[in-house]
């Protein structure tokens, strides 16, 4: 008897190709921990990403730098422990890949094995050339991400639109190009201009995943606590909201205080 887990019909990197040959778009977001991965795979999400930014959301670092690979594998495995249609992509964190490419490979293994995740992101074209083929030939799927890596924002010093430039383009084209011949089965481009984003979509046979990179791009990502309205202080031009739940999260903590206060909660109705 198959288990409920194998009923849904799973998103795999191969759904994902046939839907860039198909031209439907595929929708990804990111999600941290059980309850909000539930959601998001009931509600019929294409991809689930496991996303550095949790350094961000949930613990509230300034950037994605500090998250840990054992942090990074609490989140998915979380995750993981809710899905059974999304396919499910965990971010490698800064410092597990870039040195070599055997701590790139343990690092991938570490986060297929103690998450059961379906393959892994890192940042990066020719510089992390060495390590995206030795994981792959692991046979782990990777995910490319490009333009704006924020694991380099001190490189950068900024989270400006990268790539207006014409040397940072033709590097973007290039290294797009070398993902999809190590064998990435998809890209991230992050905050880059729309024209170029297209450009590199159509060059490519691989589905493209754009997050500020416009809508000529195979798929969309967003980030879950931007798109619900909980990170309230960030609105780059590219997040549209679609909850304001930061208000109404507040609203009902306050109305919950004050029900408490004034000994309204708990109600007859509410005890034994
Ligand atoms: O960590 C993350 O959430 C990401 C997305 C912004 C693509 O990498």
Do not use: W
Not at 28 to 55: C, E, K, N, P, Q
Request: proline share 3%; glycine share 6%; net charge neutral.
């Amino acid at each position: 008897m198959p288990n409920k887990k194998t009923e849904a019909k799973k998103v795999t990197t191969h759904v994902l190709q046939e839907m860039k040959e198909r031209g439907e778009k595929i929708a990804m977001l990111t999600a941290y921990d059980f309850s909000l991965a539930r959601i998001l795979d009931h509600a019929g999400i294409d991809v689930i990403l496991v996303g550095d930014s949790a350094s961000n959301v949930m613990a509230g670092h300034e950037t994605t730098l500090p998250i840990t690979l054992d942090q990074m594998i609490y989140h998915a495995s979380s995750v993981l422990r809710a899905v059974e249609r999304a396919l499910v992509v965990v971010d490698l964190p800064f410092g597990t890949y870039q040195g070599n490419s055997k701590e790139a490979l343990n690092s991938a293994i570490r986060i297929m094995k103690e998450s059961g995740a379906h393959s892994v992101k890192l940042e990066g074209g020719k510089e992390v050339e060495e390590s995206v083929r030795r994981i792959i030939s692991a046979g782990i799927p990777v995910m490319g991400h490009l333009g704006l890596t924020p694991q380099s924002i001190y490189k950068f010093g900024t989270y400006v639109v990268r790539a207006r430039e014409k040397a940072e383009a033709e590097k973007l084209i290039s290294d797009a190009m070398l993902l999809q011949n190590a064998g990435c089965f998809a890209i991230v481009l992050e905050k880059i201009p729309a024209k170029l984003a297209e450009q590199v979509t159509k060059q490519l046979s691989i589905p493209t995943i754009g997050i500020g990179a416009g809508n000529k791009v195979d798929g969309q990502v967003l980030v879950l606590h931007d798109m619900l309205g909980i990170t309230y202080e960030f609105s780059p031009r590219f997040l549209r909201r679609y909850m304001n739940l930061y208000n109404e999260m507040k609203s009902a903590v306050t109305n919950y205080i004050s029900d408490v206060k004034n000994r309204s909660f708990p109600s007859d109705k509410e005890q034994y």
